[in-house]
């Protein structure tokens, strides 16, 4: 699974986008989880944002291995 791409302008974080409603999220899916749309593309996330809060996960979620940082950031 790929988060990060590096386009010309530099070292980006990639999330998924429902195209009928602009709605981003990540870690990149098959489908929108709210609305179950398989109609996506992928988008580059802001280099800026406010950092609200973070943990470090040592619990094995899906596939994602331990240990794993999950945080919640509002971009502008």
């Not at 974080?13 to 990149?28: C, E, T």
């Amino acid at each position: 699974m790929i988060y990060f791409k590096r386009p010309p302008r530099g070292l980006y974080l990639w999330a998924i986008n429902v195209r009928s409603a602009a709605r981003p999220f990540f870690p990149k899916a098959d489908f929108c989880t709210q609305c179950l749309n398989k109609e996506l593309e992928e988008m580059p996330l802001s280099k800026r944002g406010t950092l609200y809060s973070y943990t470090i996960t040592r619990v094995p979620v899906g596939r994602y291995p331990i240990p794993h940082p999950i945080g919640m950031v509002n971009a502008p």
